[in-house]
Each structure stands twice: as structure tokens, then as C-alpha cells.
């Protein structure tokens, strides 16, 4: 069995994302820190523990960082609010409720039974269980990077015990999500993401550029999960309602992309990616258009270490396949 922690801002797409690995036959998932990013941080550790709970499972939760390293962080819940704090081009991070839906899961009303979770801190568990398993840990981070980040500073020896470790940010091919350079988990905190970066962790990048091109699931994809007919087909297509809405008013068509859960997929199954190059990222944490910009050095002109594995094509079949197999 592979050992995984889960790092998340759960929104929709992470909780999809969660599914998988809760779900995955050769995977078990020793626990799963939250931080703030989609949500804040309680609405994201609520949404956590409601999708282990459709997954049935038991997986300890612990809270993580409410804010970014030196950010602030506030709550923006309309696109047009969103789009203009954005266009301001403020220091501060703010959510990506406009999205995901005020409470992260498509605003359908779902509610999580339990309210446990662990008071240790996300980071102190982190460290613990690195420490504990020196190079069995496998990493999936799904969110802005800030819990890793003050890991890596409170115990910079993780960075080289932790198998390897999937992030879910950037873009490999110089498009913006939130900004037209920068993709939101590098925007909300792209100092956390240096941190990341720039340390020895053996890194690969599933740029968001990997979800609208492999990961945009369209009428046809979403009937094939539909025709499923299970309770986690239903919720991982449900919770997409506030994306679905936007996805038609940017692209004029029904679906949604799913970037977290290609990421995880990824860290599934390797055999998703097609194309991947060994290179140098930088991430600039300048205020201003350029900021969370993930900057892939292809040419070597920083003569850098070349620790980050970028991911520049994935198979949208197999993406699928994994999909329909683990949630029917
Ligand atoms: O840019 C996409 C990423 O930002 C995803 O992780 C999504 O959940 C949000 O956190
Ligand atoms: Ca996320």
C-alpha cells in the first residue's frame, strides 16, 4: 500500500480529488491537512470531513493555516467582485468562492455530521509523520502551499524524507486562471510556493493548463458518470453546480474542469502522464500582474536545480477511465 497525505483547500475539485485516493484499492491515506484557499479555512475542514463521510471512511483531518505566510486573506463570493479585487492588483489573497460555491461544494447544502477533527496543527502533524516514515510518503497538496511551506521552515529535513510530492498549482504553458500569468493555489500564496520550489523536495507540477486541456469534462463525459447511477457519481458531479454556471457563461457550454483530481490521478497512476520534462520553476512573488507566476526556466538559463517534474500532457482517456472505475 502507497502512503498518502493529502494537503487541501477542499473545494468541489478537491473533494472529487479526495474521493480518488479514499477510494484508490492500493493507496491508504494516513491523514489529510487543510488550508485555507477555495474557503477559509473551517468551511474547507467541513467539506473535508462531509466527503470522507459519503466515502465512508475514517481519516483523521487536522487544521491548518487560516491565511497565507505574510498575505492577508479575505472572503470574495461574486465573480464581478472577485475579477476586480483581481484587476486592482491588491497584495491581498481572497477566496475562490465565486467558484466553488460560498460554502466550497456547489451551494447545494451539504453538511457534514461530525465536527472532529484533530486540534494538532496540520504542520506538527505533517513533521511527525515524515519524520515517522523517512521516504514512504507520498504528498498530494491540492491547495495554496502554506502548510508545507511552514514545514519545510520549522523542519527543513522533511523536504528530502518525503517520497515525492504532487502539487496541484502553476501552469506549465504561461496561462492564468486568476490573473493571465498566474494560477490560484500559486496566487493565494506564492511565497509558501517558493519555499516549495526553491527546496530539495522532489516535486512534480500538474499545472492547471493539464485541466482544461485533459481534465474538461463535457455533456458526454458527465452522462458516462451520471449512467454510473451511484451515490459517488451523483455528489462529485453535484457539487459542481456553482462551476457548471460559470463554465457555460466563460466557455458557452455544460461541464466543468477538474484540476485537482487530475492531479491526483496522477499521483495514482503515473502512466496518466504523456509528456513531462525535468526542469527549473521559478515563482514570482512580486505584487503587480506578474504575481504567482509560475516561470518554467525550459531553457536552462538559470542553470537551477531542476527538481520539478512539469507535466505537459496527460491522457484524458485513462483520466476517465480511473474516474468511472473508482467512483462506480
Ligand atoms: O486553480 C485550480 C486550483 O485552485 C484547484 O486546486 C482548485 O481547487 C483551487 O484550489
Ligand atoms: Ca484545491
Not at 150 to 156: E, F, V, W
Not at 257 to 268: E, G, K, R, V
Request: net charge negative.
Amino acid at each position: 500500500m502507497k502512503k498518502f497525505i493529502i494537503d487541501a483547500d477542499t473545494g468541489s475539485d478537491d473533494a472529487v480529488a479526495i474521493l480518488l485516493a479514499l477510494l484508490h484499492p492500493q493507496t491508504e491515506v494516513l491523514g489529510i491537512t487543510v488550508v485555507s484557499g477555495n474557503v477559509p479555512l473551517a468551511q474547507g475542514i467541513t467539506n473535508t470531513l462531509s466527503t470522507i463521510e459519503i466515502a465512508e471512511q475514517d481519516v483523521k483531518v487536522y487544521a491548518g493555516a487560516e491565511k497565507p505566510l505574510v498575505r492577508d486573506y479575505i472572503e470574495i463570493h461574486t465573480l464581478e467582485e472577485f475579477t476586480e479585487h483581481v484587476k486592482s492588483l491588491s497584495p491581498v489573497s481572497a477566496s475562490a468562492q465565486s467558484v466553488h460555491g460560498v460554502d466550497g461544494m456547489g451551494d447545494i447544502g451539504i453538511v457534514s455530521k461530525s465536527s472532529k477533527y484533530e486540534e494538532t496543527g496540520a504542520v506538527d502533524y505533517l513533521i511527525k509523520t515524515i519524520n515517522n516514515n523517512p521516504g514512504e510518503i507520498t504528498l498530494v497538496t491540492l491547495g495554496p502551499l502554506t502548510n508545507i511551506a511552514l514545514a519545510i521552515k520549522k523542519d527543513p529535513s522533511i523536504s528530502s524524507k518525503i517520497d515525492h510530492c504532487y502539487v496541484m498549482g502553476g501552469t506549465s504553458d504561461g496561462t492564468g486562471n486568476v490573473s493571465a500569468a498566474a494560477e490560484f493555489n500559486i496566487w493565494v500564496d506564492p511565497e509558501a510556493a517558493k519555499i516549495v520550489f526553491d527546496s530539495d523536495l522532489q516535486l512534480t507540477m500538474v499545472g492547471w493548463d493539464n485541466s482544461y486541456k485533459y481534465a474538461m469534462l463535457k455533456e458526454d463525459e458527465i452522462e458516462q458518470l451520471r449512467s454510473l447511477n451511484t451515490k459517488l457519481a451523483d455528489f462529485s458531479v453535484d457539487i459542481q453546480k456553482v462551476l457548471i454556471n460559470l463554465t457555460k457563461e466563460w466557455y458557452d457550454f455544460y461541464g466543468f474542469d477538474l484540476p485537482d483530481p487530475i492531479t491526483m490521478a496522477i499521483a495514482l497512476d503515473n502512466s496518466i502522464i504523456e509528456e513531462s520534462q525535468d526542469l527549473h520553476v521559478i515563482v514570482d512573488t512580486r505584487d503587480g500582474i506578474t504575481r504567482g507566476q509560475t516561470i518554467v526556466d525550459y531553457f536552462d538559463i538559470e542553470d537551477k536545480n531542476k527538481n520539478v517534474r512539469v507535466i505537459t500532457k496527460s491522457s484524458n482517456d485513462k483520466f476517465m477511465n480511473m474516474l468511472l472505475d473508482l467512483l462506480s
